[in-house]
Structures are given as structure tokens and as C-alpha cells.
């Protein structure tokens, strides 16, 4: 079940959190990466799209998401938008409005904020999560420490 309107609270992040374990249910792989992206969707509410995307090459594939529709970015070259910058910076960023960040690459007209969170393993960025909302603003620093969170988890069962 989503948590209530609004950010992300960190009681709720590790309400969520302990949630996930359950979610994955002992799946690894490709699986786990389905089985987190649907989560991360349905359980807070300010999250419009989840996906996770893996590193191939010099590209990030898409290879589960969560949402009301698929997105046509299904790959997307390292270091472009704000998905490749993060790929190529190893860090997480955070859009409030992506109708003022030159690097986002539009998926929906709907979507006002976006987080994108690499996922390393042994030390090099193996994929990301990304997470669209429709509100502006939608991300704070709760959203960043539990989506790292989710990312470590994703590693351990990459």
C-alpha cells in the first residue's frame, strides 16, 4: 500500500525498507530487479514511475519498471540525460523540475521531479533506479538516503 500524500517520511522510508525484503522474497537477478521497481511504485505514493536500468556497454537497458505506461526510453547512452549523467558521475541526482534541468530527457508529460540512483557493485555502477513523481519537488534528502538504501539491496542481489 502507498504511504500517505506528501514526501517521504523517514519513519515511513524504513517502514518501506523493511518491506522491500519481504517483497524480494529470496529473487535475485533480473527478478529482484521486477520485483523492487513494481514495490518502490506501489508503496510511496509520490513515486508515479519506478524503473531500474543495467549497464551494457557504453548504455543503460531498461530492464524492469513500474508505472501507468512504459517509457520509450529503453536505452539510454551513458552520460546523456539526467539517467547517463548519473551513470557516468556515480552519484544520485536529483531533479525538483525537470522542465528547468537541460539534461532530462522527457518519458511523460505528467512527470515534474525525477531521482536517479546508481547502483554499484564492486566498486563500478552496474545500473541505476530511477524514479519519476508528478509533484515538483518531490524528492528530498529521506528519498535519497532510502533509495541508496534500496540500491545496496539491489547490489547484494544484482
Known amino acids: 500500500m502507498k504511504s500517505t500524500m506528501g514526501r517521504l517520511s523517514r519513519e515511513q522510508a524504513k517502514e518501506v525498507l523493511v518491506g522491500l525484503d519481504s517483497a524480494l522474497g529470496g529473487s535475485n537477478g533480473r527478478a529482484a530487479r521486477d520485483a523492487v521497481a513494481k514495490f518502490l511504485n506501489a508503496s510511496v505514493s509520490t513515486y508515479s514511475w519506478a524503473?531500474?536500468?543495467?549497464?551494457?556497454?557504453?548504455d543503460l537497458v531498461l530492464e524492469a519498471w513500474a508505472g501507468p505506461s512504459p517509457t520509450e526510453h529503453t536505452r539510454i547512452p551513458i552520460g546523456k540525460g539526467v539517467c547517463g549523467f548519473a551513470?557516468?558521475?556515480?552519484?544520485?541526482?536529483?531533479v525538483s523540475d525537470v522542465g528547468k534541468d537541460p539534461r532530462y530527457i522527457q518519458c511523460f508529460l505528467s512527470t515534474k521531479a525525477e531521482i536517479v540512483v546508481p547502483i554499484l557493485h564492486d566498486g563500478r555502477v552496474v545500473g541505476e533506479i530511477d524514479v519519476d513523481s508528478d509533484q515538483l519537488d518531490a524528492f528530498s534528502s529521506v528519498d535519497k538516503e532510502f533509495l541508496e538504501a534500496v540500491a545496496k539491496k539491489v547490489s547484494a542481489v544484482w
Open 51 to 58: 524503473g531500474i536500468y543495467a549497464v551494457e556497454g557504453n
Open 87 to 94: 551513470a557516468k558521475a556515480g552519484r544520485t541526482e536529483i
